[in-house]
Nanobody, 128 residues
Framework: EVQLQASGGGLVQAGGSLRLSCAAS????????IGWFRQAPGKEREGVSC????????YYADFVKGRFTISSDNAKNTVYLQMNSLKPEDTAVYYC?????????????????????WGQGTLVTVSS
């Protein structure tokens, strides 16, 4: 059974930090890129970042560049999203997703349709 378990969300003040984790199981981790998306109330889900360990690639949306860092621990089948300098506009439910590495590129990583598996989401709330 494929599982993506996102965790690490919470309430933090503006300027603070959180680290999200995405623990994967049930598929060959090395064959997949892991992406992070977020969805704020009343808004569409948007791509935040993605890592493809097999390709040695990371991608970031412009609105998180320089503040968020994605990393992967392949031994633990876990991807992390370190979020620093958080802003109130970062408030959203954050989801991790797995897509085949060969399909995930800088021009596609932010499309939800590229991903095969999704986690349940973790809520991040940034207070001003």
């Amino acid at each position: 059974e494929v599982q993506l378990q996102a965790s690490g969300g919470g309430l933090v003040q503006a300027g603070g930090s959180l680290r999200l984790s995405c623990a994967a199981s049930g598929f060959t981790f090395d064959d997949y890129a892991i992406g992070w998306f977020r969805q704020a109330p009343g808004k569409e889900r948007e791509g935040v970042s993605c890592i493809s360990s097999s390709e040695g690639s990371t991608y970031y949306a412009d609105f998180v560049k320089g503040r968020f860092t994605i990393s992967s621990d392949n031994a633990k089948n876990t991807v992390y999203l370190q979020m620093n300098s958080l802003k109130p506009e970062d408030t959203a439910v954050y989801y991790c997703a797995a897509g085949q590495s060969g399909l995930v590129r800088v021009t596609t990583y932010y499309y939800t349709s590229v991903y095969d598996y999704w986690g349940q989401g973790t809520l991040v709330t940034v207070s001003s």
